[in-house]
Each structure stands twice: as C-alpha cells, then as structure tokens.
C-alpha cells in the first residue's frame, strides 16, 4: 500500500545548503476507483497522431481505470471507429501545468511488437505556436522489446531539433522515471540515476522553450512509425500501469538580509486554496508590501495593504488566479522584511 504524502510548508531562515531538496506540489496517486478528472482528461480518436499509430484512443473504462491503486491503460486489438486496436491517451493540459521542477512517475509497461508507451511533456503553446515549437520533453519512451528506455527532448532550431539517449532497462517490472528540470538544464534518470543531461541555458540552439509551462500526457500506442506494427507475437490485452505521477518543485533556500525579520507572520490555511489570510503579529504601523512569486521568480501578486496598527493584523490573501504549485511570500514592513513557501492546492 502506498503512504500517502502529505503537504507541508516551512519558514526558511538558513543559508542555502549544496544538496539539492524538492517539495511535493502535485501527485496522483490512483488510491482511488476512478479517474480524477480534475488532474486528467481524455484524447481520443484514430487518426495516426501523426505518428502513424494504428489504435484508436477511447475514454472508456475498458481502456482506462484504477484499480488496485494503480491507473491502468489498457490496450486490446478489437475492431473500433475504424481502428483495429484501442488503448488510451490522458493529459493534464489545461488543468496542470509546470515550469522547471522535478516530474516522475513509477510504472510497468508491456514489452512486445508494436507496443509504444510514454511518459512525457508538451509546452502549454501548443495550441498557438504548434510543435515542434512548443517544445517537448519525452520523459520515457519503449518500443517492441528493446531492452533499453529512451529519454528525449525536442524543440524548434530552423527545423525540428532533438536531443536524446536510452538507458538499460528490465522487462515486466516497476521503474521510477523522472527528469530533474530548471534553467539550466533538464537531466533524465531511471530509478534515481542520471543517464542523461540537456543543456537548455541562455536560450543555447533556441531552446528557449524550455523555459515555459509544460503539461503531462501518459499513453499506450499500438503501432506507429518508430514501432511498426504488431505481429503474431504480441499479446492482447496488455496494460500499462502507473503507480503513481507525482510533481516536486526545488527547495529553494532564502536568506534574509537582517535578523530583524520578526514580523511574526503566517498563511492560514497552508496548504492554501482559493483564499487565505495573511496574519502579522508584530508588524509595524504604515505600508506592508506583498510579493507572491513562482519558483521560476515570476510574479503572480503584487499587493500593498495600509497597517493602522502595531498589534495583529489580518490581510485577506486572493490566490484563484494561482495554479497548484509551490510560491514564495516576500513581505516588507517598515524596514522589517521576510520569506514564507507556500503551496497552493487544488481545491
């Protein structure tokens, strides 16, 4: 039985240490009995995905569900919409996004002729800017029975760009597969081992993609230009499980300026949701100022509220706009100053 995870927030008054650290920000764990369709929905259709695939992906439950605290995508050769096998295709687009961070999943996939499972990333402009702009990042990818996985990243540098290396791998049982991303680069590991490294700093060959939201899709295809077709050796029906995809944002360590940072301050509740309170305890009379920044160091809210009083003080926070994530509070009063992580929930 998986231990179920749980949010946590911390007061960061230390100096940044070398190892890196992540916080959870979003997870799927499939300890339920169906699909959440708040973190997932459906592709569908049959018409190659223009890579030539031969199934057609439904939103049935024959094709996906949870079981067993697993999600389940299943496919079966059975004549459908034209098709001649069915699996299933899920996304978060439009639900879930990220920009950097660490992304993994832990999964069991089937080994045989025509068989395509991944695990893998689109950039959110997909919709505007079309691929291989948009960029991609294909977090694990297996065809036939090779005895290898392959981590591979894709962009736009005057024509389709790639980058890509394959890792040993073992057949009918569970591996963790994850990339470790930020500014800087995106690293590939399998089981907690690097085994590849892309360099995307400064916009290097144009990939300034990489420096934007991206979703998750995770999907079983049958056949395709890379796999070929299946053949009398390939077993129907076979599954692709996914324990569980879970998302962490990089412990980023502050450091503050002056030990006058007493501002005795909190965010109830934290998790936050769509609204929260900001309570001071030691504030000063006069202007305090509010930044709400994402882990890329973009800011979401910028909001000065007037303080009439030196005893406790409550300001209304609205955070709807905010996706699911991690976010740094910077708040200044008066000459005092001080950092809080938060991270904002789905519901």
């Not at 697993?70 to 295709?89: D, F, H, M, Q, V």
């Not at 291989?132 to 036939?144: A, K, L, S, T, Y």
């Not at 057949?171 to 930020?182: C, G, S």
Request: overall charge negative.
């Amino acid at each position: 039985m998986k231990t179920q995870l749980t949010l946590a927030f911390l007061f960061l008054f230390c100096f940044l240490q070398g190892k890196a650290q992540w916080n959870l920000v979003w997870s799927d764990e499939f300890n339920g009995t169906t699909i959440d369709p708040a973190n997932w929905i459906f592709e569908t259709g049959g018409s190659g995905w223009g890579n030539n695939e031969l199934e057609n992906y439904t939103n049935r439950p024959v094709n996906a569900t949870v079981s067993g605290g697993n999600l389940l995508i299943i496919a079966k050769k059975e004549n459908y919409g034209g098709n001649n096998y069915t699996s299933a295709r899920m996304k978060t687009q439009g639900l879930h996004s990220w920009t950097y961070g660490k992304i993994e999943a832990r999964l069991k996939f089937p080994s045989g002729k025509g068989y395509w499972p991944a695990f893998w990333m689109l950039g959110d402009t997909i919709s505007t800017s079309g691929w291989p702009q948009c960029g991609e990042i294909d977090i694990m990818e297996h065809i036939n029975t090779d005895t290898t996985v392959e981590g591979t990243m894709h962009w736009y540098n005057n024509g389709a760009a790639s980058y890509g290396l394959k890792t040993a791998w073992k057949t009918n049982q569970f591996h963790t597969y994850a990339v470790e991303w930020d500014a800087g680069s995106i690293k590939w590991m399998m089981d907690g081992v690097q085994y590849m490294q892309g360099n995307i700093a400064n916009n290097i060959n144009n990939t300034n993609a990489f420096q934007h939201p991206f979703f998750i899709l995770l999907n079983l295809a049958v056949g395709g230009t890379w796999p070929g077709s299946p053949d009398v050796s390939t077993s129907f029906p076979d599954t692709l499980f996914v324990d569980y995809v879970r998302v962490y944002a990089a412990a980023t360590t502050l450091i503050l300026k002056q030990p006058d940072a007493h501002l005795g301050f909190n965010i109830s509740p934290n998790p936050v949701s769509h609204n929260a309170v900001l309570e001071l305890t030691n504030a000063k009379a006069g202007i305090c100022q509010i930044e709400v920044s994402d882990m890329s160091g973009r800011i979401c809210l910028n909001q000065t509220s007037p303080l009439t009083s030196s005893g406790p003080n409550q300001i209304p926070l609205v955070l709807e706009d905010l996706k699911p994530g991690l976010y740094i509070v910077n708040l200044k009063n008066e000459g005092l100053s001080g950092h809080l992580k938060i991270i904002r929930q789905n519901h």
